[in-house]
């Protein structure tokens, strides 16, 4: 069993491994993939040409492990979660558009409208992307001892910028799948095990729509799906609902073999491309939190843009979690 801190170093370093590797094939066909590469990609590749990635250096991440650094960074400084100071940092982002590697638009539009005070709903504008949940990890790490709570918090964060019921329940799936496997509530080598694992995330899940998603992991898990046989059945886009569950399919079916899981989810494109880096970057997730930093090769680590930087404040958000629980 690894340790919690290897754990939290394991989600974040994840992460951003999946946001980088993936990002380089997002919205590319397999055709494209296969005549560009020779093959899937295994490591850092430079972008392909039709990806919105494309110009950035293969060890580079996308904006969204920049919006989970940023609150993980907030999390580090005020030693608690406080979302106000998660919106000065976002603003502060968003005004220096020199940082920004192609953000998702309607991220853009939220942050402007609640700089000044508005809130976006009165505006109309409601999101279903898969982006706006991803900082859910760092929150199921903070509250990785408390599902329940993790779920709250979940909510919080990702509903700052991104208003949708799709948000909100796959925001509540993200943080407590996170903080059940870095508690290791259930033995994964067991296959009625990841039964009752996707059971136990349900249970956050109000709407039936959504909530058929994930009978559909269960399905594909139980007929021993392919990669493109999720995709074809789940989908793999930018919508919560495809791209999450797609992405706890993928680790699910690879537990004996992680990381040939973690290369299925920045391959996960299909015959029309898909949202590699999101997708990506949940597989990474689930992988570091239920294996710890180790699982994923050093030399990959090592190549990782800010590597350093990340795993420095996955450590001191452990310290910060441990000090809460002792306090408790």
Known sequence: MQSIKEKFKGVILGSAL????GKCVEDVVEEEVYEFYGGRIEG????????????????????????MILLLESIVSKKELDIRDFLNRLVLWYEDEAKHRYPDPSLLTAIDLLSRGINPSTHGLTSSSVEGILRSVVVGLYHYYNPELAVEGSKLVSLLTHRSDAVSEGSAVLGSAISYLV???????????????????????????????????????YEQADLYMAIRNIGNGSYVFEALPLALFIFLSNIENPMEGFWWG???????GGDTDSIGFLVGSFLGAYFGESIFPRHLLEELEGSDRYEELAEKLYDITENMIIRR
Do not use: M, W
């Open 183 to 221: 508690l290791e509530e259930f033995d994964l080598r067991d296959f009625n095990e990841r039964i009752r694992f996707i059971n136990a995330l349900k249970r956050f899940v109000k709407e039936r729509k959504f909530e058929k998603t994930l009978d559909l992991v269960q399905e594909l898990l």
């Open 18 to 21: 999946g946001d980088a590797i």
């Open 266 to 272: 920045v391959n996960s494109y299909g015959d029309f």
């Open 44 to 67: 850092f590749v430079s972008p392909h040409p039709s990806s919105p990635a494309h110009g950035q250096l293969p060890e580079e991440t996308s904006d969204e492990t920049t919006i």
